[in-house]
Each structure stands twice: as structure tokens, then as C-alpha cells.
């Protein structure tokens, strides 16, 4: 299997990462300890490599009524500089294609980025979908391989950021800013989010400028992070992943992820979704705190309820910061009850947990 390649990649190996395949990516794991790393993002200050993340521009006349056909919330409230997300595309049936942060630019001109897994399917149909419904001022330009994009995130970012001259404290959560004149060089865009539950920053850009600034984050103080200390963070705050807690077959409703404008009309699983809603649903996304010395639990462990088997894992980890395992995991709806007992097999044995509402780090 041939893997891409982060541009980034000779800075990861001269810094000792271990690398692996992430959705055909070759990408940073970790570099030593993940569970130090996830501390460090909490504590401190971590730079992440996200450049595999997908990257899709949209611009056209036709751009925001094209998108507002196929995304679940309502992108014509967005502001230039503004986020409109967490959002999806879904399904007819309601289930999740990709979930997506979408950046308006300008009038008619806005960001998707989205799963990287997802990438060459979203693309397809995002150009089915332009084809189809003939709007020839439209373009569809994947920029996920001529850029880089990096992640600063930590309560120590913000000092970061000040002492390399980029002071972003007037930049609300969800915004952006573009093309940043700084002395290693002009970066595209810089926001205000992330994917950990700190104060952070995203960065898309030349990667010829990225690879500078990431060098520029570490000797400022910021720790090297991998993505298995990222998944820790993302469980920490109970936040969904493509393949583990969504899917095609998987709805909105039942993830509770409110990727949907409710008052919304017309958009591609719209009418599927109307209906779940009315109808209601037999699984709902829980999440399940354990006791400090139980193994972890895995994708696949099953959850019980006595002998009753009522549901199944779909991520887990151990938390450093709260010194124990959890998970996340889709139990049936009877039983989706805050502070409910449950069981869940690990590979030795049952152990007890309790459901929870994420996030698990407040």
C-alpha cells in the first residue's frame, strides 16, 4: 500500500516519532510517550500535525446555495471569517458521509475540511453533485496536498502565538484570519478551534512555511504531539470520530451530535432525519467512566447489563489526567440513563463503569 506522506514527514523522523498508517497517511503516532503527550496538551502547549486532514475549496457564484443543498446546517447565517460547524454531510438516509468544519472566505468561496479517510469519497460527490445539477461557474479544487496544517493547542498556545508575533485574542472561538504576515513567512489562514477541548489554534498554509513555524512552536516551548495522544484528548472530551462513533449507518440522532440546523429545509438527508426524530431511535452514544485499575476497553467490547448484552464500545482509552479507563460506546436507549451501572467485557473479564454525559475533562 502506498501511503502519503505529511510534508513534514523528514521533521518527524529527526525527532524520533514512531510512524504509522493513519487512512493511508503516513503520519506521527507518537514520539515515546502518548500519555505524557496528552498531559502536555493540558498542561501546556502541543503541536500537532494534522496535515492529513482534507482540505476542499469551493468557490462559484452558485457556492453557498451548492453547499447549502448537501450540509445539514444552515451555512447562509455564516459571516466571512467565521466556522460553520461542526457539521455533516449526510446520507438520504441520514447517516454520516463525513463530518465537516466548513470556512466561509468570502462570498462564495468556503473551506471543507473534513476526515481524511473520506477525502476521494466526498470529492467524487461533491463534483457528481456539481455536474449533475449544472452549475458551470462552480469550482471544486482539492488542496489537501499542496498545503500543510498544523494544530497549537494547550493553555500556554496563546503565549506562543504572542511571542511569534501573532496576537489572535480578539478572534472569537470559531473564527479566522487570512494570509498572516509573519517573519518565517505568510501563513494562509489561522483559526481559533481544535480538537482537544483547550485554547488552540489550526493553521493551513505553504508547507514550506508550516515546517518553519513548526520548528519555530517547538523552540518556543511547544511539545510534539502524535495523533495516538490526540485520540486520548478527543475521548477525554467524549468528540466523535469517522469509523468509530459515525458512519454511513449511523445517525445524528442516535451519536447525539447536533451537526443539523433544526429549522432547516431541503438539504440531502433531511427528510430521513425529520422522520428519526419523530420516530425516535433504539441506540444512543453514552459515554462510560471505569474504575482506575480495570483494562482498558477496546472498539468491539461488548456492554451488559447483568446477562443482558445492551450495546458495544466504539472507542477507548485511558485518560492520564483523570487516571483512569473510558469509553464511548452506543447502548440501547432504555438504558441510556446518566449514572446507569453497566458491564464491559474486556479481553480478561466484565468490569463495572457508569454512564456518563461527555465531556469526561470538564
Known amino acids: ?15 524520533g516519532a514512531s510512524l ?15 500519555l505524557r503527550e496528552a ?14 486532514l482534507s482540505r476542499i475549496l469551493i468557490e ?15 451555512i447562509r447565517k455564516g459571516k466571512i471569517g467565521s466556522i460553520i460547524g461542526p457539521t455533516a454531510f449526510l446520507n438520504k438516509e441520514a447517516g454520516f458521509k463525513d463530518d465537516v468544519l466548513v470556512y466561509k472566505l468570502n462570498e462564495g ?3 471543507i475540511v473534513g476526515n481524511a479517510i473520506n477525502r476521494n469519497k466526498i470529492l467524487n460527490w461533491l463534483m457528481e453533485n456539481a455536474n449533475y445539477k449544472e452549475l458551470t461557474d462552480l469550482k471544486i479544487k482539492d488542496l489537501t496536498l499542496e498545503t500543510a496544517m498544523l494544530a497549537l493547542q494547550g493553555p500556554k498556545s496563546s503565549h506562543i502565538m504572542r511571542v511569534l508575533n501573532i496576537n489572535l485574542e480578539n ?45 519555530e512552536f517547538i523552540d518556543r516551548g511547544a511539545n510534539p504531539v502524535g495523533l495516538g495522544a490526540r485520540d486520548i484528548l478527543r475521548v477525554e472530551m467524549g468528540f466523535c470520530l469517522y469509523g468509530h462513533e459515525i458512519d454511513e449507518n449511523v445517525n445524528p440522532v442516535e451519536a447525539k451530535y447536533w451537526v443539523f440546523s433544526w429549522e432547516k429545509r431541503g438539504y440531502v438527508g433531511e427528510k430521513a ?34 446477562d443482558a448484552e ?34 464491559v467485557k474486556t479481553r480478561y473479564k466484565k468490569v463495572v463503569g457508569k454512564i456518563v454525559e461527555p465531556p469526561f475533562v470538564k
Open 1 to 15: 500500500m502506498n501511503l502519503k506522506e505529511t510534508p513534514l514527514i523528514n521533521m518527524h523522523e529527526e525527532l
Open 60 to 74: 462559484g457564484e452558485s457556492a453557498e446555495r451548492f453547499l447549502q443543498e448537501l450540509i445539514a446546517k444552515d
Open 273 to 306: 432525519l425529520r422522520k428519526i426524530l419523530s420516530s425516535g431511535v433504539g441506540r444512543i452514544r453514552v459515554g462510560i467512566i471505569l474504575r482506575p485499575s480495570s483494562p482498558l476497553p477496546r472498539q468491539g467490547s461488548k456492554i451488559y447489563v447483568g
Open 109 to 111: 468561496s468556503f473551506l
Open 171 to 215: 478572534i472569537p472561538f470559531f473564527n479566522f484570519v487570512k494570509e498572516i504576515d509573519t517573519y518565517v513567512g505568510k501563513i494562509g489562514l489561522i483559526s481559533v478551534s481544535g480538537w482537544t477541548g483547550e485554547r488552540g489554534y489550526e493553521l493551513i498554509g505553504d508547507p514550506t512555511i508550516l515546517s518553519k513555524l513548526f520548528k
Open 310 to 343: 445492551v450495546g458495544v464500545v466504539t472507542s477507548g482509552t485511558y485518560s492520564p489526567i483523570l487516571d483512569r479507563p473510558l469509553a464511548i460506546g452506543y447502548v440501547n436507549s432504555r438504558y441510556s440513563i446518566i449514572g446507569f451501572r453497566v458491564y
Open 20 to 34: 504509522g498508517n493513519f487512512a493511508g497517511w503516513k503520519m506521527p503516532i507518537d514520539y515515546g510517550d502518548p
Open 39 to 52: 498531559l502536555n496538551t493540558r498542561k501546556e502547549a502541543a503541536v500537532f500535525d494534522i496535515s492529513h
